[in-house]
């Protein structure tokens, strides 16, 4: 309509109203004034519905409908209207007739993501700048004034290379050909997401390949791949932001803007968004609860050391020294607190226990015990300090005061207090002769019969029998020790038995001997029985068969039996129970 109104000298308003059309109505694209321009230049159906699709057609939720995909409004319509110079100029050397009424404005130039004209490898350029929709789509009178700057070259822009993302847009808008991951997502978002993504890896990976490219190009060649090459390069992005203002804002910048307030309720960019959130949940250590793009973790996955510091409630500086002596964060490692993160699942029982460090004044409460009681438990290594004094002055763990207490009196009675049999723990140990750290072992173990005074509480209401306490320091333990055990069963050698004591497959129990004023290894009766439940001998399996060792030893290898050695270590002839059955019991 504007290059017929242009070739009659006429403004576009000028030409409908001789033609009795409405020109707010023919630029919303109304069907009747659609209708009469078909007839008027003998347009069929197809031809005027490929000239309407290239016309940005509006629809609900101020939105657009062009080249058969769904826009935002003002990725069409904007009060500057672009064009490539170099076309206009050949237009008007195509013909005689007037400029205006032979230069021809293209429906893609004003697609905001289109930037560079393929024909001419120019960037387009502002034509004109109007607000009124009436005025600014009146080609025609705009040409017109544009005439000689258009002839002279004055609007021409320098070369410019034509990118990869400007021909996968071309082929999209042309001909609908997408042979990329992006073929399943709107040119909408899927052009604005390119341009921010580029962005984003030539700000923080400068001085590489991509950074005499455009930002357009780079961010597509890297989503093109799909999400594995997504994901990849949004991790490097991530890794190259440090210092104190870590965080996901700042290294993602206008496409994490972008995706979380301007395009938030916009399901067409789900899919970034997911595969953004997913880095970011990798790489910061994001609290339970707190909103990324729409979703929140039930529980971190990741802690750093300030987000350790504000859960567990201490300095930076002192939760990253509790954090090096217990091993989940590296001495060596100089990133910053809030860059320097670690698996949350297995860092959280460290957590945990540093909630619960408390001052030894605390601790002593917590336990029941005067200064002095404390200071013999410490010393017989009863309780220890999680971290040393000079790391923090909280170096107790209330959970093992708790623990101490639990185990000492799970099976505790109520004390007679009366019954002058009765002693407290401390003062029997005393009266016996026996380490505090002994008595409290063989209270542990049952040896000794523990009760619980009526009027006192924790450690203080901890009694015992004297008489059960007297026998620790008395005669010899009346059970084997473990050396006289491993002869009976042939693993005296080597210090098999000890060995395998040392790594946790048997029990004994650990008892005073008054006549070596030594503590040992013993077996129960219960001990016995748990080992040969569950192991023999070669020994013990030479006296049951009547055989000699060497010929058991081969039948055993034979049908693929071999000795108990877990992870290589060496226990000596010892053979799982049920190994052995199957072969030879």
């Given at each position: 309509m504007s290059r017929a109104a242009g070739i009659r000298g006429l403004s576009l308003s000028g030409f409908c109203n001789e033609l009795g059309l409405s020109t707010k109505r023919l630029i919303n694209l109304d069907d009747r004034q659609t209708k009469v321009i078909a007839e008027m230049f003998g347009l069929q159906d197809p031809a005027l519905q490929e000239l309407l699709s290239w016309s940005p057609q509006p629809l609900a939720s101020v939105q657009v409908r062009f080249r058969e995909e769904d826009f935002v409004s003002r990725a069409l319509i904007n009060p500057v209207v672009r064009g490539c110079p170099a076309c206009l100029r050949e237009d008007i050397d195509s013909s005689t007739v007037t400029p205006q009424g032979q230069m021809v404005m293209r429906g893609d130039w004003q697609l905001r993501y289109v930037e560079v004209c393929l024909r001419h490898g120019q960037a387009l350029v502002p034509l004109w700048n109007i607000a009124s929709p009436l005025t600014r789509y009146d080609f025609a009178t705009c040409l017109r004034s544009i005439t000689d700057d258009v002839v002279t070259g004055r609007?021409?822009?320098?070369?410019?290379?034509?990118?990869?993302?400007?021909?996968?847009?071309?082929?999209?808008?042309?001909?609908?050909?997408?042979?990329?991951?992006?073929?399943?997502?709107?040119?909408?978002?899927?052009?604005?997401?390119?341009?921010?993504?580029?962005?984003?890896?030539?700000?923080?990976i400068p001085g590489g390949s991509d950074s005499k490219r455009s930002a357009r190009e780079v961010g597509f060649d890297c989503a093109r791949q799909g999400p594995d090459a997504l994901t990849e390069t949004l991790l490097d992005v991530a890794g190259k932001v440090d210092g104190p203002q870590f965080s996901p804002q700042k290294a993602f910048g206008r496409l994490y803007r972008w995706l979380s307030q301007e395009m938030a309720n916009d399901t067409r960019c789900d899919p970034y968004r997911d595969i953004l959130r997913e880095v970011i949940f990798k790489t910061w250590a994001i609290p339970a609860g707190e909103t990324i793009l729409g979703t929140s973790l039930s529980t971190p996955r990741l802690y750093s050391v300030l987000t350790a510091a504000k859960e567990i409630g201490r300095s930076a500086p002192t939760t990253r020294q509790i954090l090096e002596h217990v091993g989940i964060v590296d001495f060596g490692d100089d990133r910053?607190?809030?860059?320097?993160?670690?698996?949350?699942?297995?860092?959280?029982?460290?957590?945990?226990?540093?909630?619960?460090?408390?001052?030894?004044?605390a601790m002593r409460k917590r336990l029941g015990v005067s200064s002095s009681q404390f200071e013999i438990l410490i010393r017989q290594n009863v309780i220890q300090p999680v971290v040393p004094q000079a790391v923090s002055k909280l170096q107790w763990?209330?959970?093992?005061?708790?623990?101490?207490?639990?185990?000492?009196?799970?099976?505790?009675?109520?004390?007679?207090?009366?019954?002058?049999?009765?002693?407290?723990?401390?003062?029997?140990?005393?009266?016996?002769?026996?380490?505090?750290?002994?008595?409290?072992?063989?209270?542990?173990?049952?040896?000794?019969?523990?009760?619980?005074?009526?009027?006192?509480?924790?450690?203080t209401s901890l009694y015992v029998l004297w008489s059960d306490m007297n026998k620790l320091r008395g005669d010899k333990p009346d059970v084997k020790t473990l050396g006289v055990f491993a002869r009976e069963v042939g693993l005296n050698e080597n210090g098999a038995m000890p060995a395998l004591f040392n790594a946790g497959h048997i029990s004994a129990t650990e008892l005073f001997n008054p006549a070596t004023r030594r503590n040992g290894l013993y077996v129960t009766d219960a001990d016995i029985a748990a080992f040969h439940a569950k192991f023999t001998t070669l020994k013990l399996l030479s006296m049951r068969k009547k055989m000699d060792g060497r010929v058991l030893t081969r039948r055993l290898r034979e049908v693929g039996v071999y000795r108990f050695a877990p992870d290589g270590q060496d226990f000596g002839p010892i053979y799982l129970l049920d190994d052995v059955r199957g072969a030879l019991l």
């Open positions: 609007l021409d822009q320098p070369h410019q290379p034509i990118t990869s993302y400007d021909l996968w847009l071309d082929d999209r808008l042309s001909s609908g050909t997408d042979l990329t991951w992006l073929s399943t997502h709107p040119i909408d978002t899927a052009a604005k997401f390119c341009q921010l993504l580029g962005a984003e890896i030539i700000q923080f910053h607190n809030a860059r320097l993160t670690f698996d949350a699942t297995l860092a959280r029982p460290a957590i945990a226990q540093a909630k619960r460090l408390v001052i030894a004044t763990d209330t959970a093992d005061a708790d623990a101490l207490l639990d185990e000492l009196t799970k099976d505790a009675i109520t004390v007679d207090v009366d019954d002058a049999n009765w002693l407290p723990l401390g003062v029997a140990a005393g009266r016996a002769r026996v380490d505090i750290k002994q008595a409290i072992y063989a209270a542990r173990k049952g040896l000794v019969q523990v009760g619980r005074h009526p009027g006192l509480v924790g450690y």
